[in-house]
């Protein structure tokens, strides 16, 4: 994971509503400091909760944040660690032994397969 | 490296707000947002990070070209919050050294920096050894700018030091909100200037001096305000002896 797009994203956006860093720590009840840390790389990004809150104080969309922040949503973590092969196909995207575009075809195939099975 | 004459820095800083209401389409009251000047006008980053002063030195912050990238330095901290005007006033003093001496339409008045790809950072406002004893005390009281300021002169390139200051103060305190505060206030009133200098999030010590680099106003002998510059205050001392 890359931590500086996460926080290159949330100065972006920051800087477009017009907030300090000041303002925003207010808004989310963080300390500027941390912000102004985790905007230049040099913390990593909070929690999902945390980065939620950031998200509404900065109206932005909450699932693209928590996965620049490379964080796995809650809903989904049920999901994750209930099947053996995600971390196989996660395993394989981080060592590009497969690419997006294979995994969508992979997962049209199977899709396709159970229309076909019914 | 260029001297920036006072006409130039209020040209200068003048044209920038402009420039920032036109981008943002923002309406520039005090206290001017220098953090978000910064951001939006020049593109700079603020980072809130401690960094150890070296041994005798007063840095409040430091400025990193590479990345550019304004380091407030986190162990003074609570200077901040006791005086936010001082926070305020260096990271004006830093976009001053970005824009007067870094940008790349100043090239010709030359880096402070030497090769700004190596990732320099220079400390800004530092205090030399002998003036040590001074530091500990150096925000609590309205002598700070000048203290700070005198410091300055006597460790940095009075140039450079000269002209990123009003640099900041122009850039913070912009002579028509200042004049449209005057029109209600009473400059000769240090209460009204304590409560100008609030408004504008500055110190009344970098008031008063803004004001008197303006001509507006000088401090007589015994501490009250006079409405005139300094040069025509030592004019009418002359004539009265």
């Known amino acids: 994971m890359d931590i500086t797009s996460f926080g290159n994203r949330v100065r972006e956006l920051r800087k477009a509503k017009g907030l300090t860093q000041k303002d925003l720590a207010a808004s989310v009840k963080l300390d500027f400091t941390y912000i102004s840390k985790v905007e230049t790389g040099k913390a990593d990004p909070p929690g999902e909760d945390v980065v939620r809150r950031l998200a509404k104080a900065l109206g932005a969309d909450p699932e693209e944040l928590v996965y620049l922040a490379g964080k796995v949503p809650k809903a989904l973590r049920g999901v994750v660690a209930s099947s053996s092969a995600i971390p196989v196909v996660f395993r394989a995207l981080r060592d590009g032994t497969i690419d997006d575009e294979e995994l969508k075809s992979l997962v049209e195939a199977l899709r396709a397969r159970k229309q076909k099975g019914k | ?241």
């Not at chain 2, 220098?34 to 020049?42: C, D, I, Q, S």
């Open chain 2, 1 to 241: 490296m260029k001297f920036w004459r006072n006409r130039e820095i209020e040209e200068r800083t003048s044209a920038r707000l402009a420039e920032y209401h036109r981008m943002t389409g923002w309406e520039i009251e005090p206290p001017v947002p220098v953090e978000l000047l910064a951001e939006r006008l020049f593109d700079l980053r603020l980072l809130y990070e401690p960094f150890v002063d070296a041994p005798g030195f007063f840095v409040p912050a430091a400025f990193e070209p590479a990345t550019r990238t304004i380091v407030v330095n986190e162990n003074h901290r609570a200077a901040f919050d006791d005086k936010p005007g001082l926070e305020r006033f260096s990271v004006g003093h830093e976009v001053g050294h970005w824009d007067l001496f870094e940008s790349n339409a100043d090239k010709s008045s030359g880096s402070l920096f030497g090769d700004t790809a190596t990732g320099t950072r220079m400390n800004c406002r530092t205090v030399g050894n002998i003036e040590a004893r001074f530091i500990p005390g150096i925000w609590r009281d309205d002598g700070s700018y000048e203290v700070l300021s005198y410091l300055e002169r006597v460790t940095d390139s009075p140039t450079v030091a000269s002209a990123v200051n009003r640099y900041a103060g122009a850039l913070l305190m912009p002579r028509n909100l200042l004049r449209e505060f005057f029109d209600f206030y009473d400059i000769t009133s240090w209460t009204c200037l304590r409560a100008v200098a609030e408004s504008f999030g500055v110190s009344i010590s970098a008031l008063k001096v803004r004001l008197e680099k303006l001509g507006w106003v000088c401090v007589a002998a015994d501490g009250s305000l006079v409405k005139c510059s300094r040069e025509e205050y030592a004019g009418q001392q002359r004539i009265s002896f």
